[in-house]
Nanobody, 125 residues
Framework: QVQLIESGGGLVQAGDSLRLSCAASGPTRSLYALGWFRQAPGKEREFVARIRSSGGTTRIADSVKGRFAISADNGKNTGYLQMNSLKPEDTAVYYC??????????????????WGQGTQVTVSS
């Protein structure tokens, strides 16, 4: 069973940066993509970014494009979400997720098989 553990969340001020990490353990060779999603209070979980294991192609949500970047270190089985120029509206619980799918857009949470416990990011104005 694949396990994902996020870290790096916290309380920051608007304009600050944070880097979230997602460490994967278990049969990670079965994974084809890593994604980040977030859920703000009273809102549905939304896609933030994803990266494919093969080729490293990425996709970033329009709401964070130009400010967030996703990367992965396959040797360490760890994914990252670099968040710059944070805004109060970025406040949410951030989840990393892993998919065994080698196809599809991988923008929908239903395309992911494993989830971390989430890490809180709070941006004060």
């Amino acid at each position: 069973q694949v396990q994902l553990i996020e870290s790096g969340g916290g309380l920051v001020q608007a304009g600050d940066s944070l880097r979230l990490s997602c460490a994967a353990s278990g049969p990670t060779r079965s994974l084809y993509a890593l994604g980040w999603f977030r859920q703000a209070p009273g809102k549905e979980r939304e896609f933030v970014a994803r990266i494919r294991s093969s080729g490293g192609t990425t996709r970033i949500a329009d709401s964070v494009k130009g400010r967030f970047a996703i990367s992965a270190d396959n040797g360490k089985n760890t994914g990252y979400l670099q968040m710059n120029s944070l805004k109060p509206e970025d406040t949410a619980v951030y989840y990393c997720a892993a998919s065994r799918r080698g196809w599809g857009s991988l923008l929908d949470q239903n395309e992911y098989d494993y989830w971390g416990q989430g890490t809180q990011v709070t941006v004060s104005s």
